[in-house]
């Protein structure tokens, strides 16, 4: 128990020193997208990892939520209402439990690819709904509030993103927290026996509808909480952020970071964040990376990077990670060479610019010498890994090994 709490004050600590960490406005920004992101990714991870419900339509109680978040704000500036910025997340969060409440009740009557269908054709609904109903959704052009209105809090007003990120973080401790406590509680527990087993659960004694629909409104509630957020942080919301494209989004990031871990989502949404917010910068094929390591994650990492985390918990307890951290330099050094040539090639391929500048060196698109010299020290790089491949397999059955006691031997 005191294990468990003292993750929590670490995680929590951690979040109050971050931007004093990174100043710049940009890293304030990236905080800012990373709190709604994890907060996203936990609440998409308690219907697909937990519950076993494959969603494509997610985004819709995150859309939501943020478009009642920015009406929310709208009121406060108009004085219709009186409350602090401060619950505007909670107003989002409201607005997703009640689209989960009305969405779960005739979608959670089945599951496997029925209900994926069913929430791929509701997210598709919803977003033609948000082009066609204006007066809510205002159209292509999204609607737009203002955060510095309404009530202060101690003097803050929220106009500098700093401030924004505290209130975010806040949330975020807040939403963890709870998505963990409903992972130990009956529902929790039960959600993973009805993705195992339905038909156990049913036998004794419990509803797997039942079971399914709490975990698709929580999963509701907190997705509202990330897109109320999003309102604050962005003060504009659009179609967007209601459809497939966020859905698929929310999906890439559960599925990378690890299904089933608590942390994957985390993982996940850091990477992700990362990737859309520094990657970009560089290059315009990111997108093409991030499927790719999508791919890759679903080829040989099938339980994501937490799970890879994970794998390695009988070599820590038996103290023999050690074993694998030369295995691991050695393999992983021609990899990451093979990576970036291969990174280079495709760059090479569709720059239009006839100098290529990469990690310090300029290369030309049309020269052949070029091509050959990325394509031998690739190949090479290539050759290295798969040589070094049978040492890291010897060193990982030593360090997974069991440990035989001295009784053991008698």
């Known amino acids: ?3 468990k709490l003292s993750l929590w004050i670490v995680f929590g600590l951690l979040l109050l020193v971050l931007p004093s960490l990174f100043t710049s406005i940009l890293a304030i920004s990236i ?22 419900m494959l969603s494509f339509g997610h985004a819709v109680y995150f859309g939501l939520g943020g478009f009642m978040a920015v009406h929310a704000l709208k009121m406060i500036e108009f004085e219709t209402i009186y409350i602090s910025v401060l619950l505007i997340p909670l107003v989002g969060g409201l607005f997703g439990l009640l689209a989960g409440i009305f969405i779960g009740s005739f979608s959670t009557r089945k599951a496997g690819t029925v209900f994926t269908m069913i929430s791929l054709g509701i997210g598709e609904l919803i977003a033609a709904c948000s082009l066609i109903f204006s007066d809510f959704f205002g159209g292509e052009a999204g609607i737009s509030g203002d955060r510095t209105f309404g009530p202060l809090f101690f003097g803050v007003d929220f106009a500098q993103d700093v401030e924004v990120y505290y209130l975010a973080a806040g949330w975020v401790f807040i939403a963890t927290v709870f998505m963990y406590l409903f992972t130990q509680t009956p529902a929790g527990r039960m959600a993973n026996a009805v993705r195992d087993n339905p038909e156990r659960a049913e036998f004794i004694g419990y ?11 929580a999963a509701g509630l907190f ?43 985390i993982i996940g949404a ?9 990657l970009s910068n560089y290059t315009e094929l990111w997108l093409l990376y991030l499927g790719s ?28 990670l050690k074993v694998l951290m ?80 001295q009784e053991e031997r008698r």
């Open 1 to 3: 128990m005191l294990k």
């Open 31 to 52: 905080l800012n997208q990373m709190t709604i992101a994890i907060i996203f990714a936990l609440s998409y991870n308690m219907l697909l990892g937990q519950g076993g």
């Open 207 to 217: 509803s797997a509808r039942r079971v399914r629909f709490i975990s698709f409104c």
């Open 223 to 265: 997705a509202g909480i990330a897109g109320g957020l999003f309102a604050m942080n962005y003060e504009f919301i659009t179609e967007e952020n209601l459809n497939a494209v966020t859905s698929g989004r929310v999906l890439l990031m559960t599925y990378i970071g690890g299904l089933g871990y608590f942390i994957g989502p």
């Open 270 to 278: 850091i990477v992700l964040t990362l990737m859309n917010s520094l």
């Open 293 to 320: 390591m999508f791919v890759l994650t679903v080829m040989f990492l099938p339980r994501g990077f937490a799970g890879f985390i994970m794998m390695h918990q009988a070599a820590w307890v038996h103290g023999k």
């Open 326 to 405: 030369l295995p691991y330099i050695i393999t992983g050094v021609p990899a990451l060479i093979s990576a970036m040539g291969v990174v280079a090639m495709i760059e090479m391929s569709y720059t239009e610019e006839e100098a290529f500048h990469y990690l310090g060196f300029t290369f030309t698109s049309s020269s052949l010498i070029s091509w050959v010299i990325i394509i031998t020290v690739t190949a090479m790089a290539v050759f290295a890994t798969r040589k070094s491949l049978a040492q890291l397999k010897y060193a990982w059955e030593e360090a997974n090994a069991p440990v035989v006691t």
